[in-house]
């Protein structure tokens, strides 16, 4: 078999040994002469796969009791109606601090829901320009967000997967301060790739398609405290309460999608855990932002140099037809998924934990190749 060297930015790269394991269950889940997915999802068979998923996001991250993880549906996109729908109380504001077009978007359904409930949302942008040209670069530092105290919840996207500029937790683009207000961040694109105190967050939502998962599958941590606050006026299958008073079984859950989330954290937990895994994913980006930055007048970074992230590397070439031919001569050997997004075009290298440090060492060779032959 010739599995690709596979950069795709999601849904992406799966750990190998996770699919493998999904290979062998395949026909025959633990015995039981069924596919986990012909499980019912009441059953004990299920249940296990379930109950162990959440608690592999519970033991990896460290989530202390005053946060419930919850396993949901429609991907991260539904989350930016659903945020809104559970925590934006009448008369109130939602703060979004946009710092990408994943950003945009979750503040186009906050506004539409505040519309509905008669609330606010006040908008602090970082994109340098306007309209169809702005342009996305960097995260601010923390005494840059201007926080209202009176707001329900402080919205951030802590990686712009299309626009490669994250938050570094801990450096000098930490995540906000909020002072009391409840931390809520869209972490589709960052999510376990390193350890980070969770108990900083109000919630946190992931779609798993790009470092634990397929997609299908959309994980919330969410506090106790916003549980119990959120909205009771919306429908049901939309309050976060639901599913965590069901322990994300209030109807079927996408069973066979948990099942490969569960295959997924159990072989990053067999890595050694999060701060391993951390380690190995700093050191495949330190590569590529080393051969990016010795060659600065042939492969540019946008992004600027603190906000640079770690899983979704941005690049241009000197002109869009070197970056066809380059796409072009990086498919012939064998890698795929470089092309960036449609909407800024360049160069993206999406290195989620999946991909593996020798898929780094080929691309940044061919990098330094492609150049000398230029
Ligand atoms: C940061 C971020 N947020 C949200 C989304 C949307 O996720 P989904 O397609 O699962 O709704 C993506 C997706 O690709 C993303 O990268």
């Known amino acids: 078999m010739n599995r690709k060297i596979n950069f795709n930015a999601g849904p992406a790269a799966l750990p ?29 068979e299920y249940e296990a796969v379930h109950d162990e998923a959440i608690a592999l996001v519970r033991e990896l991250l460290g989530v202390p009791a005053s946060h419930e993880v919850l396993l949901l549906q429609g991907g991260a996109t539904s989350l930016f109606a659903e945020v809104p729908m559970n925590l934006l109380e009448k008369g109130k504001t939602a703060q979004y601090l946009i710092t990408g077009a994943w950003g945009e978007k979750a ?28 342009s996305f670069t960097r995260v601010p530092p923390p005494s840059e967000v201007k926080c209202d105290p009176g707001s329900a919840y402080l919205h951030i996207t802590s990686n712009e997967t299309i626009h490669g500029v994250e938050f570094n937790a801990d450096g000098s683009r930490a995540f906000p ?6 931390l809520v961040a869209d972490m589709s ?28 599958v959309v994980v ?28 994300s079984l209030y109807n079927t859950p996408p069973t066979f999608g948990v099942y490969m989330v569960r295959n997924v954290l159990s072989w990053l937990k067999s890595q050694g855990g999060l701060a391993k895994v951390e380690a190995a994913n700093r050191r495949k980006a330190a590569r590529l ?36 031919q380059f796409l072009s001569e990086a498919k012939k050997r064998g890698m795929v998924g470089l092309k960036g997004h449609r909407s800024v075009g360049g160069i993206r290298v999406s290195i989620y934990n999946a991909a593996v440090y020798e898929w780094v060492e080929t691309l940044a060779a061919f990098m330094e190749e492609f150049l000398r032959g230029k």
């Open 16 to 44: 190998l040994p996770a699919l493998e394991r999904a290979r062998d269950e395949f026909l025959d889940f633990a015995g039981s002469g069924m596919s986990v997915m012909e499980h019912s999802h009441r059953g004990k």
């Open 107 to 134: 503040l186009g359904e906050a506004k539409a829901v505040s519309a509905m409930f008669g609330a606010n949302v006040s908008v602090q942008s970082l994109g340098v320009g306007e309209g169809k040209e702005k």
């Open 177 to 182: 301060d909020t002072g009391g207000v409840p």
């Open 189 to 216: 694109s960052d999510f376990l790739w390193r350890p980070f105190d969770i108990t900083r967050f109000g919630l946190v939502y992931a779609g798993a398609q790009k470092n634990i998962g397929p997609s299908g």
């Open 220 to 247: 919330v941590v969410v506090s106790k405290e916003l549980l119990e606050k959120g909205r009771k006026d919306i429908p049901k299958i939309f309050q976060f309460r639901t599913h965590a008073e069901n322990k």
């Open 289 to 324: 932002y080393s051969v990016i930055d010795a060659n600065s007048s042939f492969y540019r970074s946008p992004v600027e140099r603190e906000s640079r992230s770690m899983m979704n590397v941005v690049f241009r070439l000197p002109s869009p037809e070197l970056e066809e």
